[in-house]
């Protein structure tokens, strides 16, 4: 029998509904964990399965509650969700720091646990590993400390994510300054009362204005707009948020905060983190020069004596690049991009690959309107394997960004795993930026649906490293570059497929920065360790120095990125991760025949060796299964320099 989707509320129903579910689960958690507490099974099995199902539950409201806490139309729903947010992660706390139910794990026969199958092993394993990296072993002050500061990080988080989400800056300009602007972005953006047109941080708004507009003071304007989202508010949240978690890992017996972080990701050791992000920098620079003197060339063309191109400046000079050099008009581009057409063709394309077909349901309550629902299942099966969302476009008071939210982790026989894609796209032509996310973001939801098949909560979906979980991803956006991939869906109002040849244009065109690029996520990197690892006093003067060391582009005079560098709060030192993925993307990709991109033999080996194993395996390993070899940095490199 497969599980029941979970039934969401009605708008005006879902502030009492959030709060009886979340008060009707905590309760239930509490019976269950007092359940193992005082009278746990007898066989290890049953005690790990009722710890299981407690994870399950927990996590499930969790998920529940940080989804609809970015996307809910209503404030107050919003609000209630943080509010289970906080109450979910403070009963996680509590519970892995319960020495009573610590003991029932740490206390089962060794005849008993050496009788386990691997997978249940492996479980008893990470959820001791659990316990003792949340202090369960240390004394009660120091519980009690650890307590305190779990709470304070969670709100912390939340405080820095909403304040991020709700600081929309608007430039205003005269239609005149907005020469350069898409047609349609200019339709839709009429000018208001006073003869104005605004343009605001969100990026449908301000990805353009830096790509398109002609008058450098608007371009600039837009930029420093951006980049000054959160400030001042968030400085004050992030120190403090550095300096709990260097004292949490301290309390747990770790150097500081990275340490305890890659402790449980695939890199394994703080001090790899810049060891890494260096390797990575040497490896970039001397493509980074050679790119940003063609740049800079186009560049001193219209600023005499430049010596850098300035970071408010780059999209538009890389975007001009691509056209004068490597003939791509993004202009051009986006009319092959009709978001109808793209949302089509991702289904079908990923259908194909993976072996799924996808069923619209229409009978089904969402949050708002915008959000489309489809049943996954096998191309020939009739049992649904899970349940997608789709919430694209972007609205007042929803999450700014693009990601995956887990609605439910996904268990065989007890949960229909369910997954949400937040996304921020247009309604009329996209950009090919844009295309590539999407894929991205769907491969999250992909790899959610496809490893939630599982016996275990511990190990659903994209439960696996962290500084593997973007790989799947990563992967999957080489089929929105694909010109015969595109070309199955991406038409013009003509109904012209895009050239073969364009395809490969964009294709050069975005080699063409793939360098700087590279250094310029070294820099987010480096801002993510080191704000960590040091908890400078100055941050802005540390940012300066770690964008000079770094970062193809200089400081911005007067700025403070990071106070919106929303990863600080989710990744917080890990953001390296994002390239450690690409690197084992390049190399999972490796595998699969460039001229033949649905090839079903590999496609379906990759599915069921790297996705459907969700956490069930080292990282490392599920890769090393699906590649016939250990990882390796070598197709990453090769890529770099081709
Ligand atoms: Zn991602």
């Given at each position: 029998m497969t599980p029941e989707p979970l039934a969401l509320p009605e708008t005006d129903a879902a502030e009492s509904w959030v709060k009886e579910r979340t008060s009707a689960t905590l309760t239930h958690v509490r019976e269950l964990a007092e359940k193992l507490r005082t009278a746990p099974p007898s066989e290890a099995t049953e005690v790990l399965k009722a710890w299981d199902e407690l994870s399950l539950e927990l996590g499930s409201l969790g998920g529940l509650a940080g989804l609809l806490a970015n996307v809910h139309p209503v404030e107050a729903v919003r609000t209630a969700c943080e509010d289970t947010e906080v109450e979910v992660d403070r009963l996680r706390t509590e519970l892995t720091q319960d020495q009573a139910l610590y003991r029932v794990f740490a206390d089962l026969p060794a005849k008993q646990t050496d009788a386990l199958d691997p997978l249940a092993k492996r479980l008893l394993e990470k959820t001791l590993q659990d316990f003792t990296r949340a202090g369960v072993d240390r004394d009660d002050a120091t519980r009690a400390r650890l307590t305190e500061i779990n709470e304070r990080l969670t709100e912390l988080n939340l405080e820095f994510s909403r304040v991020t989400r709700d600081d929309v800056r608007i430039t205003l300009a005269t239609p005149e300054q907005l020469d350069g602007m898409p047609a349609d972005w200019l339709e839709a953006h009429p000018v208001n009362d006073k003869g104005l047109v605004e343009i605001t941080t969100d990026y449908p708004d301000a990805l353009p204005a830096r790509m398109f507009v002609k008058d450098p003071a608007i371009r600039r304007a837009v930029t420093v707009a951006s980049l000054e989202r959160g400030w001042p508010h968030n400085e004050a949240v992030l120190k403090e948020m550095f300096a709990l978690r260097h004292e949490l890992a301290n309390l747990v017996g770790y150097e500081d905060w990275p340490a305890f972080d890659a402790a449980?990701?695939?890199?394994?050791?703080?001090?790899?983190i810049p060891e890494f992000i260096d390797k990575i920098a040497g490896a970039a620079e001397g493509r980074m020069k050679r790119d940003l003197e063609v740049l800079l060339d186009r560049y001193d063309r219209d600023v005499t004596g430049a010596s850098a191109v300035s970071a408010a400046d780059a999209l538009y000079y890389e975007e001009l690049v691509r056209q004068e050099k490597y003939d791509v008009d993004s202009q051009v581009v986006r009319t092959y991009f009709d978001f109808a057409k793209v949302h089509q063709g991702l289904l079908d394309v990923t259908g194909r690959l993976f072996g799924l077909r996808y069923e619209p349901v229409s009978d089904v309550v969402t949050w708002h309107e915008d959000v489309s629902v489809f049943d996954v299942y096998q191309q020939d099966g009739d049992e649904p394997l899970g349940r997608i969302y789709l919430d694209l476009h972007p609205r007042e008071g929803k999450y700014k960004h693009a990601a995956q939210f887990d609605l439910a982790p996904g268990v065989q026989g007890r949960q229909l795993p369910e997954g949400v894609l937040v996304c921020n796209f247009s309604r009329g032509l996209m950009e090919h930026d844009h295309v590539v996310t999407l894929f991205h973001e769907f491969g999250h939801l992909i790899h959610h649906v496809l490893g939630g098949?599982?016996?275990?909560a511990r190990f659903?979906?994209?439960?696996?490293e962290w500084d593997f979980v973007e790989a799947p991803s990563q992967m999957l956006e080489e089929w929105a570059w694909d010109a015969d991939v595109l070309q199955t869906f991406a038409t013009n109002a003509a109904g012209e497929p895009i050239p073969a040849d364009l395809v490969a244009r964009m294709r050069a065109a975005d080699d063409f920065g793939k360098g700087y690029h590279a250094r310029q996520q070294m820099f987010y990197a480096a801002i993510s360790y080191w704000f960590h690892k040091e908890?400078?006093?100055?941050l802005t003067k540390r940012l300066e120095e770690l964008q000079a060391a770094y970062s193809p582009y200089p400081y911005l005079e007067g700025t403070h990125f990071f106070a919106n560098f929303g990863h600080l709060g989710g990744y917080s030192s890990a953001y390296y991760t994002y390239m450690w993925s690409l690197v084992i993307a390049k190399d999972l990709f490796s595998a699969f025949d460039r001229d033949n991109l649905f090839d079903p033999e590999v496609a379906g080996r990759y599915r069921d060796l790297v996705l459907a194993r969700g956490g069930e395996k080292d990282a490392a390993d599920l890769v090393a299964d699906f590649l016939g070899r250990p990882y390796s940095f070598d197709a990453y490199a090769a890529w770099l320099v081709s």
């Open positions: 449980v990701k695939m890199i394994g050791e703080g001090p790899a098949q599982g016996e275990w659903s979906g994209v439960a696996t908890q400078p006093d100055d």
